[in-house]
């Protein structure tokens, strides 16, 4: 039972299928993959140009030498909220948190400097991710009195569609790590610092809420960008999926479901605007530098900041990442990734599947490739205009996998096909050429294809005479080895010319030549084919001879002429041959022999496409049964410039001169012409045919319709084998 045979379409659709699974088990190799086409992209954006808004004091290298090493001391703190404060920073955010008193005199120096600051200070303060980073397990009371200490971090407002908050899908905290009370109390606000990284270590995302047990947390940047707005209405969406929405006021910032906003990068470190702290406190900073603005104190020296990884860096401080998130929210400058985005990557994946399936069937391999390089270099620019013209993030990886897996799984089809294809040709075609020929045809197997095509081609008939009255004085296992000899022997021969063996027929050969490989010289082929098959047949009467069994004689019949040649089979059986009109003129030559006691007869066309490497005699002028007109018909005789054998070419020009005789009615000169030609040569059949009909005209003349033309009876039409 064969195979069942799978489409292409059923292929395409079973690959996009894969790729969308993969897609929804989120397989980490492919997840790390895209968000380093993340990061290529953040880096072909280049450096952009940071909001004025917002400005970083920084403990840098310098600042360490001119003040000592860090922590400083409380009151050196205060020292530069003040100095801040006098030159009009309208929020000072602290990306440092001070969970642990130093002295009272110190912590009531930075609280008092908090409290008198003209501009909002807003306090960092860390988050215990879990229970074990808090030192000590701690009870729910303790939890919430730690969570009030930390309240001016609390989204006031929350919608929810979601009753039960513990089942929306947000990021989880185990408890606050808050500053010390005076410094709470003295502060505007206060935001928790510290975010994680992705799997690779490359900081990409930031929360706007985690859940703290019943509670939702604001981060630093977050909290400092409300103070500077004026404190505009926040308010935070949530839905059974997660955050659906966050607004401070009218401005709409765009996280994922778990409430993590895509952090800007705005260039490489440095790229926003950074002081020294030693200059503040030495008051080399020109007056109004942070005025009407920002400021974000954090550590940025080597081996005393929170170091990041980012797509521009190894080295990223992480007072400069939350400053970069502050200036987003304040610029409403974001990165997003579309809601549905799942959806549009399966659509994008599908999109891109489907040309390449579609585009891939109508071309070759080569163009197959082609066409998978453009339309994946499209999907790759087109997501790079995306992200650097509109902040938009959609997926490469998956779009490309399902190009790259259609492709490479409709070329494996086509290449298994062409495979069995060419087995399959090898099994059948091979019965019929040459191997050189089937590896022809299989360089274009196409050409095979139901259905035929019409063009000049010679066929060869040839059939062994008398070999079943023969055949019956033999054992039939000895007929069959003798048949079986020969065909191998004449088979030989039509292969060594380029020959197409058609079929066996009893003791009949059917030969064409011309296709399916192409050959301008097919006539000239089939004529040198015929002689050496006749060559062979006598050399092996010699070896029958010899072993006691009957010597074989055979006529050939050769024509060209346009006939339709192709699978003429169905889509059962697979039968390459040819048809038409050309094709019976030829099986017709190959009776006509009887007539003649010839050996070889060729159509006027062979004998024209020949041309003069052979030796041709006319022979008659015929009317082949089923048709109207007459036919040339000639004798191939020898190649051109053989040896012939003494008497042989007088009886050919005696031969010519009685034939035009007997065409110019003029029979007795035709009659004594065939019977010199006889003279010369007394195997000459045609020469005693004509003889014959010359005298059986003189006795029963034509009528004055007579054309010259020998009409072929239907006797001579029957099998004589």
Same mark, same amino acid.
């Not at 190799?29 to 290529?40: F, G």
């Not at 360490?64 to 006098?86: C, I, K, T």
């Given at each position: 039972m064969p195979g069942r045979v799978i489409r292409p379409a059923a292929l395409t659709l079973a690959a996009c299928l894969l790729v969308f699974a993969l897609q929804a088990l #989120? $397989?980490? $190799?492919?997840? !790390? =993959?895209?968000?380093? =086409?993340? %990061?290529? #992209? *953040?880096?072909?954006? +280049?450096?952009?140009?940071?909001? @004025? /808004? *917002?400005?970083? /004091? &920084? &403990?840098?290298? #310098?600042? !360490?030498? /001119?003040? +000592?090493?860090?922590?400083? @001391? #409380?009151?050196?703190? /205060?020292?530069?909220? %003040?100095?801040?404060?006098? %030159? +009009?920073?309208?929020? $000072?955010?602290? %990306?440092v948190a001070f969970p642990e008193p130093e002295s009272p005199a110190a912590d009531g120096a930075l609280a008092a400097a908090i409290g008198r600051s003209r501009g909002k200070v807003v306090l960092g303060y860390f988050l215990h991710r879990r229970a074990e980073s808090a030192g000590a397990p701690l009870d729910a009371a303790e939890i919430e009195r730690r969570v009030r200490r930390v309240g001016g971090s609390r989204w006031p407002v929350v919608r929810t569609r979601e009753p039960d908050l513990a089942r929306t899908p947000l990021l989880d905290a185990y408890a606050p790590q808050p500053n010390l009370d005076a410094l709470t109390a003295a502060a505007a606000s206060s935001g928790f610092i510290g975010m994680a990284s992705d799997a690779d270590g490359v900081l990409r995302r930031a929360p706007l809420a985690v859940r703290v047990g019943d509670e939702l947390l604001a981060p630093l940047p977050l909290v400092a960008a409300w103070e500077f707005l004026g404190r505009p209405t926040p308010a935070l969406s949530l839905g059974p999926d997660g955050v659906e929405r966050v607004q401070l006021g009218e401005r709409v910032i765009p996280t994922d479901g778990h409430g993590q906003l895509l952090v800007d990068y705005l260039g490489p470190p440095g790229t926003l605007p950074a002081v020294s702290a030693a200059d503040v406190l030495r008051g080399a900073v020109p007056p109004g530098t942070f005025a009407g603005k920002l400021v974000l104190v954090g550590a940025t020296a080597v081996g005393i900041h929170d170091l990041r990884t980012s797509p521009f860096s190894p080295v990223h401080a992480g007072a400069e990442i939350n400053a970069t998130l502050a200036e987003n929210v304040l610029s409403s400058r974001f990165l997003s990734r579309p809601d549905g985005w799942i959806l549009l990557d399966f659509l994008a994946a599908a999109a891109l599947a489907v040309l390449v399936a579609v585009g891939g069937s109508r071309a070759r391999a080569l163009g197959g490739v082609a066409l998978l390089g453009a339309l994946c270099a499209g999907w790759v620019l087109l997501a790079g205009w995306l992200f650097v013209r509109h902040g938009i993030w959609v997926s490469v990886v998956y779009p490309l996998l399902a190009a790259a897996l259609v492709h490479t799984v409709l070329a494996a089809h086509r290449y298994l096909g062409e495979a069995r294809e060419r087995r399959r040709i090898r099994a059948t075609f091979g019965q019929y050429v040459a191997p050189e020929v089937v590896d022809a045809v299989l360089a274009d197997p196409g050409r095979l294809r139901l259905g035929g095509e019409e063009k000049v081609l010679t066929v060869l008939f040839s059939d062994l005479e008398g070999f079943t009255a023969q055949c019956e004085r033999l054992p039939p296992r000895e007929m069959v080895e003798i048949l079986g000899t020969y065909y191998g022997r004449m088979t030989e021969r039509i292969f060594a010319q380029g020959g197409t063996l058609k079929e066996y027929v009893g003791d009949e050969l059917m030969a064409f030549f011309g296709a399916p490989l192409e050959q301008d010289d097919h006539a000239a082929r089939a004529c040198a084919a015929a002689l050496a098959m006749g060559e062979r047949r006598r050399a092996l009467n010699a070896e029958f001879a010899a072993a006691g069994r009957p010597a074989l004689q055979a006529r050939t019949g050769i024509n060209t002429g346009p006939m339709l040649v192709g699978n003429l089979g169905s889509t059962y059986r697979f039968a390459y041959g040819v048809l038409g009109d050309q094709v019976n003129l030829g099986s017709r030559l190959e009776s006509l022999n009887r007539e003649y006691g010839t050996e070889i007869l060729v159509g006027e066309g062979t004998a024209v496409a020949a041309g003069p490497a052979f030796l041709f005699r006319e022979v008659d002028l015929v009317r082949v049964k089923g048709k109207a007109q007459a036919v040339r018909v000639h004798e191939l005789l020898a190649r051109a410039g053989d040896a012939l054998p003494a008497g042989r070419r007088e009886a050919l020009a005696a031969y010519a001169a009685g034939l035009a005789a007997y065409r110019a009615r003029r029979w007795d000169e035709a009659l004594a012409r065939f019977e010199e030609a006889v003279g010369s040569w007394p195997d000459d059949g045609p020469s005693r045919a004509m003889a014959g009909r010359c005298r059986a005209v003189l006795r029963s003349p034509p009528g004055a319709e007579w054309d010259g033309a020998f009409e072929q009876s239907a006797a001579a039409l029957r099998e004589t084998g």
């Open positions: #989120r $397989i980490p $190799i492919l997840e !790390l =993959t895209e968000l380093k =086409t993340y %990061d290529l #992209r *953040v880096q072909a954006r +280049g450096a952009l140009v940071p909001s @004025p /808004a *917002v400005v970083l /004091a &920084v &403990v840098d290298e #310098r600042s !360490l030498a /001119a003040e +000592g090493r860090w922590p400083w @001391p #409380r009151e050196r703190l /205060a020292a530069l909220v %003040d100095a801040l404060s006098r %030159d +009009g920073a309208r929020v $000072i955010a602290f %990306d």
